[in-house]
């Protein structure tokens, strides 16, 4: 359509309902989602694996999928992100809704979202995803904080934020790098800081304001082009924290908007 391809045979059931809802209400661009820039990889399975769990992935396709996945978030989402769940040792496929996929689609063009759905509909582990698209392939030398209504809270998204790379096929989990003189570096791993090898960026995490003057100190330390707020309506004074912390994400977003910057997180 237009010079662009879309995968209508997916196996993310998901998003053919998704773009099937969008059909029936009447949007014109209904099938935005199921955008696939490489033909080719339609149908090739990015996980697959031999006994020892490597990649049967030949080199080309590794190519491909890490090409596509840098340049369209969708096709992560669609047919790569694995998202935490009980019970389920490798996690499962990243279930759309509209609510979610209006978010991610937010997110891919710097536009500042809040969703609201019913329990159990996938909120945190959604926005989860589109931040892991985000962290290891949608930017560079960016900081991602996670607010959350206690640090406890803050750590378990980063924990799940983890578990979810480490679901990824092998060759897109960038655990380490191997420097032109021999040396091994990995990123920073810890409770409350989580760092890429590659594309430098890093997350911190941020506990709930006691007070008045501690969320303006908090809000003060959110200078980041990405801040995921979650369980808002328990963080403590969290409209002092919110209105306080426009400016500095303001910063952070000016500047984002230096030329060179990619086209899909502006």
């Not at 359509?1 to 009447?26: C, E, H, M, W």
């Not at 578990?163 to 040396?183: A, H, N």
């Amino acid at each position: 359509i237009k010079g662009r391809y879309y995968d209508t045979q997916t196996p993310n059931k998901s998003f053919l309902q998704v773009a099937k809802d969008l059909k029936t209400v009447g949007v014109s661009n209904w099938y935005f989602m199921l955008e696939i820039k490489d033909p080719t990889l339609i149908k090739v399975d990015p996980y697959k694996e031999d006994e020892d769990g490597h990649t049967k992935c030949t080199k080309d396709e590794i190519d491909r999928i890490t090409l596509e996945c840098i340049n369209n978030p969708w096709y992560y989402l669609r047919e790569i992100c694995r998202v935490v769940a009980a019970g389920a040792q490798r996690g499962i496929p990243y279930v759309a809704n509209k609510g979610n996929i209006a978010q991610a689609w937010a997110f891919t063009h710097g536009i500042d979202s809040w969703l609201c759905l019913t329990r159990q509909k996938g909120k945190t582990k959604s926005a989860l995803g589109i931040q892991n698209w985000g962290y290891s392939f949608g930017t560079n030398s960016s900081t991602f904080i996670f607010v959350n209504k206690d640090l406890e809270n803050s750590k378990t998204n980063l924990d799940d934020f983890k578990t979810m790379i480490s679901y990824l096929p092998e060759f897109l989990r960038y655990e380490m790098i191997i420097t032109e003189d021999g040396k091994i570096e990995k990123g920073q791993d810890s409770a409350t800081t989580y760092s890429h090898v590659v594309t430098k960026n890093k997350i911190k995490l941020k506990g709930k304001a006691s007070g008045h003057s501690a969320a303006l100190s908090l809000a003060r330390g959110l200078t980041a082009p990405i801040i995921h707020f979650d369980e808002v309506e328990f963080c403590p004074c969290i409209d002092v924290i919110v209105q306080n912390s426009v400016s500095t994400y303001e910063k952070a977003a000016d500047a984002l908007q230096t030329p060179g910057f990619p086209d899909p997180v502006r």
